[in-house]
């Protein structure tokens, strides 16, 4: 079964600092993996998604992501962090039944 | 382009009360189409999903149902709510295809159950 693990609930960063999400991933096959982030009371906005053909991944709004096969990872990155960044964000999994598999969510907060 | 539609946006139901939400898709033909629900503090759990009209998975047993009466139509639904169906449910979309399809999520209804 592929699964995916949020590492940190909430994270706080200062406006023009790093953003890093954790994000690491179990899947028994090459998996797909997606990074949604979600506004308050809203749905799910795609960011980016890896689909192995290549391992930097730039998505929309400065984010991208890096697939590391060794680490089973795919952290979330943006060098410079803006308050409207400010939301929770998703890791997903394609399961390959054309259903995704989220992690627990992490939600980002930008401090002045 | 695509959209797709939910409604209601928040929903307010006694225990006990039977559940309709509806979820809409415009600009594609015969999409996949999921409804996920979301706990409060919680990620997101697929509850159903459908790769065409009248054909439903069902991912977690409940007492909850979904069907798909038109192409672009997916129907959630409960005969009788409990306290546990409270949360944010999101509708989605994605192409009829293989693996690593993008899903798109409509806005979401809010359901609250007292």
């Known amino acids: 079964a592929q699964s995916v693990t949020q590492l940190g609930s909430h994270v706080s960063v200062s406006e023009g600092a790093l953003v890093l999400l954790r994000c690491n991933y179990s899947?028994?096959?090459?998996?797909?993996l997606f990074w949604y982030v979600q506004y308050p009371n809203q749905g799910l906005q795609l960011l980016l998604k890896?689909?192995?053909?290549?391992?930097l991944v730039k998505g929309i709004n400065g984010f991208e992501a890096e697939f590391k096969k060794s680490e089973t990872s795919f952290h979330l990155t943006k060098p410079s962090a803006h308050m409207s960044d400010a939301a929770e964000y998703f890791c997903?999994?394609?399961?390959?039944?054309?259903?995704?598999?989220f992690g627990s969510g992490t939600r980002l907060q930008v401090q002045p | 382009s695509q959209t797709i539609h939910q409604w209601p946006a928040t929903l307010v139901q006694p225990v006990g009360s039977p559940l309709s939400l509806e979820c809409t898709v415009e600009?594609?033909?015969?999409?996949?189409l999921y409804w996920y629900r979301q706990a409060a503090g919680r990620g997101l759990q697929l509850l159903f999903y459908?790769?065409?009209?009248?054909?439903i998975s069902s991912e977690v047993p409940q007492n909850l149902s979904a069907s798909r009466p038109q192409d672009r139509q997916f129907i959630l639904s409960s005969k009788k709510l409990l306290l546990s169906d409270s949360g944010f449910y999101l509708c989605?979309?994605?192409?009829?295809?293989?693996?690593?399809?993008?899903?798109?999520f409509g806005p979401g209804t809010r359901l609250t159950v007292l």
């Open positions: 997903a999994v394609d399961t390959g039944r054309r259903a995704l598999t």
């Open positions: 989605a979309w994605s192409f009829r295809g293989g693996s690593a399809d993008t899903q798109y």
């Open positions: 899947s028994s096959v090459p998996p797909y």
């Open positions: 459908s790769v065409g009209i009248g054909q």
């Open positions: 600009g594609t033909s015969n999409p996949n």
């Open positions: 890896y689909t192995s053909a290549a391992t």
